[in-house]
């Protein structure tokens, strides 16, 4: 039976992450990002002895002017703190063994809990923190 627990984190009217939480089970592939996203986030879902035939993927120049970051945690726990344009937070979310977050937009930081590890995947090629990355003043 499918149950896709996927959460939407957005704050005036920008989308700042998506979250697909550990508990979710799905019957067929479902992606839950918009078709217009320049990262796909979903669960890959298929019957025992389903075989997709062999390929590769087209070579298309694509115009990506963001950076999208996404993490599964595999062990341990992590917080991401979102902040709006002034470094105020307005949302927390907890991650644990299991869960997965796309970073799409916005000012973001990760809190370390307890011991972790995750897989991490974003565009490429990496700047540098120099370049890549813009950080903000936190407020209270």
Request: glycine content about 6%; charged content about 30%.
């Amino acid at each position: 039976m499918s149950s896709i627990h996927f959460e939407v984190i957005e704050y005036e009217g920008t989308r700042y992450a998506e979250v697909i939480w550990a508990d979710s089970r799905a019957e067929i592939t479902k992606f839950c990002s918009p078709s217009t996203s320049s990262m796909q986030f979903g669960l890959l879902a298929h019957e025992k002895g389903f075989m997709e035939p062999a390929h590769y993927h087209k070579s298309i120049d694509r115009k990506i002017c963001d950076l999208q970051q996404m993490f599964v945690v595999q062990k341990g726990k992590v917080a991401v703190d979102f902040f709006d344009r002034e470094g105020r937070k307005f949302k927390e979310v907890s991650l644990t063994a299991g869960d997965a977050i796309l970073l799409c937009d916005g000012a973001h930081s990760i809190r370390v809990l307890e011991d972790m590890q995750c897989v991490s995947v974003k565009q490429g090629p990496f700047m540098g923190d120099k370049n890549d990355k813009i950080q903000i003043e936190v407020r209270d």
